[in-house]
């Protein structure tokens, strides 16, 4: 069954820790994304990468960083440098970059305190 | 500033009627729209698509509508189901000379359809 993999649901840091959420999809996508989603927001753009090796910062990249060694996985670092951690993380991948839907994965719930 | 606006946080509607769900814009220039479904703790889930050289877009129980005049864009739900509660995104792009550009995302509206 092809879809994207974000692990874990949940997870909890200490500030200051930089911690890396996972994202891995099996849909030979292209194009891989990160979003960022806080209480009574829209989806807010991190990072994007339209093809291996190559990623683009959003709107929203700093305190952020992402590396796309490998077609199926786009993880994403968010350091200590980013200011408000705390938000509901979404990955997506779509065939072939803006343009073509988006398909999501199920996120994960960052909590740092 | 928004550029894309979804006025109505939340919409209530008895099961069987139609719901409809509306969204703002504010660039001319978006060319690509787009509605996303999403249940809570879960990703967004993409519903229908509509290019600004249409003004309709239908697939089963779900249409949209893009009046590109007024800059709106709407999503009809008949008969609404009560499934179909959950928070709705809008969203559009802009054509760079052919590329897409990354989609803006409103802030969505949450639907429940009551039994």
């Known amino acids: 069954d092809g879809g994207i993999t974000q692990s874990p649901k949940y997870l909890f840091r200490k500030e200051g820790q930089n911690v890396t959420l996972s994202c891995e999809q099996n849909?030979?996508?292209?194009?891989m994304y990160w979003y960022r989603q806080d209480p009574g927001q829209g989806l807010r753009l991190i990072y994007y990468?339209?093809?291996?090796?190559?990623?683009q910062k959003g709107d929203i990249a700093e305190g952020y960083s992402v590396s796309r060694e490998k077609k199926e996985s786009f993880p994403l670092t968010v350091t200590s440098a980013q200011k408000n951690p705390t938000a509901f993380y979404l990955c997506?991948?779509?065939?072939?970059?803006?343009?073509?839907?988006?398909?999501f994965g199920n996120g994960t719930r960052l909590t740092v305190t | 500033d928004q550029q894309v606006k979804q006025n109505s946080p939340s919409l209530s509607v008895q099961e069987g009627r139609i719901s409809i769900l509306n969204c703002d814009y504010t660039?001319?220039?978006?060319?690509?729209f787009l509605w996303y479904k999403k249940y809570p703790a879960e990703g967004p889930t993409f519903l229908i698509s509509?290019?600004?050289?249409?003004d309709k877009n239908e697939d089963g129980r779900f249409t949209v509508f893009l009046n590109k005049s007024a800059k709106h864009l709407s999503l009809h739900i008949v008969p609404s189901q009560p499934g179909d509660s959950a928070v709705y995104f809008c969203?559009?792009?802009?054509?760079?000379?052919?590329?897409?550009?990354?989609?803006?995302f409103g802030k969505g509206t949450k639907l429940s359809v009551k039994p």
């Open positions: 997506a991948s779509s065939i072939r970059g803006w343009g073509s839907p988006l398909h």
């Open positions: 849909l030979n996508h292209d194009a």
């Open positions: 990468s339209q093809i291996v090796n190559d990623f």
């Open positions: 660039n001319s220039m978006f060319d690509y």
């Open positions: 509509i290019s600004s050289i249409k």
């Open positions: 969203a559009a792009s802009l054509n760079y000379g052919g590329s897409q550009g990354n989609l803006i």
